[in-house]
């Protein structure tokens, strides 16, 4: 079993609908749960973290965590084309200080 | 505040040869980490960084080597390069302290090529 999972797509959605992001992880212990957003070419950039059970939001972006079963997902609201972009999950196992990544899922929004 | 900044950003080297890359963390943070990013296995880590000593290393052969300076400057190395060391490299920066509560924030990276 993979420390990081995610479909590697790509999820085509049409422009206005709301993508669903999906990363599963295997350490129990880990705390923390990152989402970058990569375009081609370029280096990963921030879009949210979340540490708790739950839902957090932030503008369009809503991340959700479910400890009990090992999941993390990113629902992003209102689809824009330049959402178009690899959506990377990360996360530190329990004591220590690095990221483990999700092979990352190709998101397509269509115009 | 300025951010993660990586030198060079494109390098072509040739196998056997040896390359040094160069990263300057954000102001403040005292943890520096290197991933290794290709089509295949996408992010890797390699090493990480804080106060000038590794705490973690990734699976990499000895050839992948790093350092952390004073002022958190971070530099890696990679001997006797092979075909398969072509890939992005990228830098991340975090305050360091947290954990792994610790949110890092990436360099533009360096693409290094080998032929």
């Known amino acids: 079993q993979k420390e990081v999972e995610q479909n590697s797509g790509p999820l085509s959605v049409p422009e206005g609908a709301i993508a669903s992001l999906n990363c599963t992880y295997s350490?129990?212990?880990?705390?923390?749960f990152f989402w970058y957003r990569q375009y081609s070419g370029k280096s990963p950039e921030l879009i949210m973290f979340i540490y708790s059970n739950g839902d957090k939001e932030d503008g369009r972006f809503t991340a959700q965590l479910n400890k009990a079963s090992q999941y993390v997902s990113l629902l992003i609201r209102d689809s824009q084309p330049s959402d178009s972009a690899t959506y990377l999950c990360?996360?530190?196992?329990?004591?220590?200080?690095?990221?483990?990544f999700g092979t990352g899922t190709r998101l397509k929004v269509l115009a | 505040k300025a951010g993660v900044t990586q030198t060079p950003r494109y390098l072509i080297k040739t196998r056997g040869q040896q390359v040094t890359l160069s990263c300057s963390p954000i102001?403040?943070?005292?943890?520096v980490s290197w991933y290794q990013q290709t089509p295949g296995q996408g992010l890797q880590f390699l090493f990480e960084y804080f106060s000038e000593t590794q705490r973690n290393k990734g699976n990499f052969p000895g050839r992948f080597s790093g350092r952390q300076f004073s002022n958190s400057r971070s530099e890696m190395n990679v001997s006797t390069l092979e075909l398969g060391d072509s890939a992005l490299y990228l830098c991340?920066?975090?305050?360091?302290?947290?954990?792994?509560?610790?949110?890092?924030?990436f360099g533009p990276g360096t693409r290094l090529t080998v032929l």
């Open positions: 990360a996360v530190p196992p329990s004591g220590t200080y690095k990221y483990i």
């Open positions: 991340a920066s975090s305050l360091g302290d947290g954990g792994g509560t610790d949110t890092q924030y």
């Open positions: 350490d129990r212990g880990s705390q923390s």
């Open positions: 102001s403040g943070h005292r943890s």
